[in-house]
């Protein structure tokens, strides 16, 4: 079993910056991919960003492309998400995701294997 920690949200400017961490503990396989998602209140949750095993592989939605970016650390079995010119839009709760391996799919909220608790943020007009 896999647990899978966030932190680091938090309530910001437009235009401010923000740095997502996520911490996953237990089984992590060489291959594991990690990335990030979100989930506004009524609405589906939607992928942001995922990075595979190597981090040769980083898949950005197109609404934060240019913006945000995707990293990770394997010695920690961390994934990060650094969000640059934040904009009210991206207001709301963003879940770290853990998957057995990087596919084509993984934009797929039901493809992932684990998932965190989510952290919100808020960005303020």
């Known amino acids: 079993h896999v647990q899978v920690v966030e932190s680091g949200g938090g309530l910001v400017q437009t235009g401010a910056s923000l740095r997502l961490s996520c911490v996953a503990s237990?089984?992590?396989?060489?291959?594991?991919?990690m990335g990030w998602f979100r989930q506004a209140p009524g609405k589906e949750r939607e992928f942001v960003a995922a990075i595979s095993w190597r981090g040769g592989t980083r898949d950005y939605a197109d609404s934060v492309k240019g913006r945000f970016t995707i990293s990770r650390d394997n010695a920690e079995n961390s994934v990060y998400l650094q969000m640059n010119s934040l904009r009210p839009e991206d207001t709301t709760v963003y879940y770290c995701?853990?998957?057995?391996?990087?596919?084509?799919?993984?934009?797929?909220?039901?493809?992932?294997?684990?998932w965190g608790v989510g952290t919100l943020v808020t960005v303020s007009s």
């Open positions: 995701a853990v998957r057995a391996y990087y596919s084509s799919t993984l934009y797929r909220p039901d493809t992932i294997d684990y």
């Open positions: 237990g089984r992590i396989a060489p291959g594991t991919a």
